[in-house]
């Protein structure tokens, strides 16, 4: 008699904590495809990257949030990863993480993303991760009926695929991005290298001391990337990506090292 | 008469803060090579990887620190990057980032570093850098008058390098670790995937209630890479870096892909 498949373990993880409805949409998405965790970051924890927590201890905490099971973590999505792994998961066999409120899209913003990142982290452990963002503004975005919907169905077709098929070959993780209205197509295309241009703006506190804040204002989509597909076309955008940080063979790297070393006294 | 070439613009920063004694080597190893401006973050920001501050304001001080000019930001080496180059600096023609008081060595280090996250930073916005750390425990370490020669004449000859024949084409960013020990050599090389086994560890507070602290035990280090190179040889890595991030052309995600489209009611 043929034994029953063994039940894949699923990490069901955010950046936006356990409060955000993106990640329930995520969590309705997957529930029945595995046996499923939610592990998440207790506050908002955008543009954490792939931060680690090493100077402090951190906390976890059991909760039920209508009537489901999550856990939080006073940390980084990545945090999050390593707690969960330890911890209530195990190795899971796939990370899925979101469906974050605003778009992760670009080079830029993937590197900072903390939803990106918990799937970046992942895979520096060797397990395949997916991470689905929305270009909405609103979280009460997210819950429109018809948008809810669209989101779910199309996480759960794509996170069915990964675990019935694995991940494709040389991939370490997808990065999925949903525009703001009802997609009309999915492209698999490149990130572009730049979302934002940055800029600071100056003010002055009551006591007329200057504060700085951090602001970005939308710079124009080169065709064929992530940003234009999913910002001027209206489609949903699948970036395909290997664990970042790529070596580069240099021939005048090793010139100018060679030239260094004939001038150190060693 | 031939103009005098113009005066390269030098950001010096780290993730340490203005009191490590690895900023300061730096800072003198660099000091007569262009306009040098000192932009650290305020308190040591380890681990923050590419981490922004969108959600709150940033205060910037300037204060002088043996003699010397050091402006501190509230924020990650990131949000130093912007704000020095949205306030005090401009557009630097080259980052240096550290001497870090621990090594950077391996993906997963170099994603979370923030030593290496500062310059990872500039290269989005188009700015060559390097990044120095060297593998000592301690800083009293780095200030043994041998090592701290030794390390400033490397990082001098090195920056020199960069700023007279531009940084290597296709290279965005270097990454520099040092050896404990007088190094012996310097060699090229690729960065390991991973330099710790990350676990957690449990404990309960006087009231009883659990906290976790993160850690890492070192891997074996595969013979080639930057962890090799600096641990087990005595070496100096240097290990040139493409901006992260690669996409990856997979005719498997493309049909996942079409055969998910072919299923969504659009």
Redesign the interface.
Known sequence: MPQAPRKPTILVTNDDGPFSPGLWILYEAVKDLGNVHVVVPET?K??????????K????NKLSYSGRTVYVVSGTP??VI??AM??VVGKPDLVVSGVNIGDNLS??V???SGTV?AV??AA??GIPGIAFSAAVDEPEEMEEERYRE?VL??VR??TS??LR?GM????DV?NVNFPSVL??????V??A??RFT???V??RDPRG???????GQPVEAEPGTDVHTVLEKGKIA???????????E?E???R??E???G??T?
């Open positions: 908002p955008s543009a954490t990257g792939l931060g680690l927590t090493l100077h201890p951190l906390r976890m990545s945090d390593y707690v330890n911890t080079v830029q993937i590197l900072s990142g970046l982290q520096i452990e669209h169905n199309i077709e794509l695929a990964v098929e494709p070959r040389g991939v997808l997609a009309r197509d999915i492209a698999v490149r990130a290298r730049k940055t800029s600071i100056k003010r001391i200057p504060y700085y804040w951090l602001y699948v970036t395909p990506l290997k664990l970042p940080v790529s070596y580069v240099s005048e790297v090793k100018i090292v030239e260094i070393k001038k150190i060693w």
